[in-house]
């Protein structure tokens, strides 16, 4: 973990008032609406990436992280005929183009180019009737007319990059000859191979092993130094927070509840849930740490909950709390947090 630092570089990416929602109770294959409500599952009001930057999101599973990576990807499908979809509202500006306002020709222009995502199970991301050689030259025969002899010499070389053995041979083989760790090595050679400025990591670890887990950190290390990208870390894991972030954002019911640098976070955290997170997990560096849960059951979508989302499960509430919903505040310079209670408790 890094020490206190303040956020340097060039901004790359803000995410403005996004409001991600399913429009529900309607049918959607029919020429006439039978009715419509909208389902609030994502609030971020802020969130920035600089260059070369490495932020982290942490928060529980089904609170909103992957949906809001798919947002600025501009990859959030509709879920179906007949079924909910998305509405999407705000800005998501990524050196200074709204993402949200762009063509789907446009997009694609970004995508693998100037933003590239890797994604959770990553042998489910992967053609299981392609040869991975070829899945990871796609990204650049996307963007460009490259010849044959060049393209192979770009996916040997990015294979290589990430340290896959007999890259020469194995590019030839499929999705089921490689195990879970190698399969993350092709998709991060794949999100790399046409050189973005940003760099998606969602749950790049999750379904790993420990030691490939630590293997496949090392090396997200070493091409973010080696490519000088900035990366938005999607985990669930503090422990991974702690090691590759500068900055980091905690996320709760689809709210951004506190954000700081990374230090702040871990030493001097002011929100409730926060706090929780902590005391919720091992440590070895105190005789005197008493292991701890977090009260109560995590909500699910629609977060309904008047006042502060939290709430339900704070030690801290008071009346107010289930009144009023709290923004997001400035505690201290560069230190956020959206709890009412923060400068008391």
């Known amino acids: 973990m890094s020490g206190r630092s303040l956020r340097k570089g060039r901004e790359l990416l803000r995410v403005k008032n996004l409001n991600i929602s399913l429009i529900c109770g309607k049918d959607l294959s029919a020429k006439h609406t039978r009715g419509c409500d909208l389902i609030k599952v994502v609030g971020v009001g802020d969130l ?31 879920i179906g005929a007949g079924k909910p979809e998305w509405e999407i509202e705000g800005e998501v500006l990524f050196k200074g183009r709204d993402l949200l306002k762009l063509s789907e020709e446009e997009l694609n222009e970004l995508r693998g180019n100037e933003i590239s995502i890797i994604f959770q199970k990553p042998s489910s991301s992967l053609h299981p009737l392609l040869m991975v050689g070829y899945q990871t030259g796609e990204p650049v025969e996307a963007h460009e007319d490259v010849e044959r002899q060049r393209l192979l010499e770009m996916v040997l070389d990015y294979l290589g990059k990430v340290e896959l053995p007999d890259a020469k041979r194995r590019a030839r083989f499929f999705r089921h000859q490689f195990s879970g760790g190698e399969a993350q090595r092709i998709m991060i050679a794949m999100a790399l191979i046409y050189n973005p400025s940003l760099l998606i990591a969602d749950e790049p670890t999750s379904d790993l092993d420990v030691t490939v887990q630590r293997q496949v950190l090392e090396l997200l290390k070493r091409v973010k130094e080696g ?82 989302v939290f709430h339900p499960r704070c030690e801290h509430v008071k009346d107010h709390c289930k009144e009023k919903s709290p923004a997001v505040e400035e505690f201290e310079p560069g230190h956020y947090v959206a709890c009412l209670r923060a400068k008391e408790i």
């Open 227 to 308: 490519f000088g990208l900035a990366m938005l870390l999607i985990t669930h894991d503090l422990g991974v927070i702690a090691e590759m972030s500068d900055y980091v954002y905690v996320m709760y019911a689809g709210r951004i509840v506190e954000h700081g640098d990374v230090y702040t976070i871990f030493e001097e955290p002011r929100h409730p849930y926060t706090r929780g997170l902590l005391r919720s997990i091992p440590r070895i560096d105190t005789d005197h740490f008493t292991l701890e849960g977090i009260p109560g059951e995590l909500p699910k979508p629609p977060y309904d909950i008047p006042g502060c």
């Open 48 to 78: 920035r990436i600089h260059e070369g930057e490495t932020v982290g999101l942490i928060g529980p599973s089904a609170t909103g992280k992957t949906v809001t990576a798919k947002a600025i990807m501009g990859i959030l499908q509709p």
